[in-house]
């Protein structure tokens, strides 16, 4: 609990747009009356800056170190998966911007800190992404709901943006 919220409190220190999320917590033995000898949990940091998530780490591990002499809990820190920060390709942008005006929508520039597909992609060519309005702005939850008006939007605005660099034979 004491690194959880020390996570949150780290994470919400600095100004920006970063993201600390411990989404998972495994408690073994996992009954509702023991203490448990052993808890796996996940760590996601994100930002658009490699150096402000390695800086945030950091500031965890140290905070850890603390909870360890106060608490004689042990920490190991595994890493089991490292996407590097993957900004959009500037043309691609462009593109999807020009496909959405032309079919009359409004566009906003949105900074995305989540894993996709994309930054995998993002090391092979350049990328660009589309995003849909959610009900209430949830996203990645199971309370996220779009309209199908607008999931329809977005995927003629992906086939205009297609088209349009096939025509432009935009060497990407």
């Known amino acids: 609990a004491k ?11 600095v100004p920006g747009r970063q993201v600390g999320t411990v989404g998972k ?3 073994f033995p996992g009954a509702f009356n023991v203490v448990p000898g052993k808890v796996l949990t996940t760590l ?8 402000k998530v390695q800086m945030l780490f950091e500031k965890i591990q140290a905070e850890v170190r603390q909870i360890e002499s106060v608490t004689g809990t042990k920490f190991e820190f595994k890493q089991v ?4 920060p993957a900004p959009t390709d500037l043309r ?4 999807i911007d ?3 005006k032309q079919l009359g929508f409004s566009t906003k520039l949105l900074p995305s800190g989540a894993g996709h597909d994309a930054q995998e992609i993002a090391e092979l060519c350049p990328v660009g992404m589309i995003f849909v309005p959610s009900r209430d702005g949830i996203s ?8 199908p008006e607008d999931i329809t939007n977005g995927a003629n605005v992906l086939l205009h943006t297609l088209l349009k660099i096939d025509e432009m034979s935009l060497s990407l």
Not at 81 to 84: D, R
Not at 140 to 147: L, V, Y
Request: proline content about 2%; aromatic content about 4%.
């Open 92 to 95: 691609v942008r462009r593109v």
């Open 3 to 13: 690194y959880i919220d020390a996570v949150n409190r780290i994470v919400n220190s």
């Open 81 to 84: 998966n490292s996407s590097k």
């Open 140 to 147: 990645h939850s199971p309370r996220e709901f779009s309209k």
């Open 98 to 100: 020009d496909a959405a």
């Open 25 to 27: 917590i495994q408690a």
């Open 44 to 51: 996601g940091l994100r930002d658009l800056d490699a150096a």
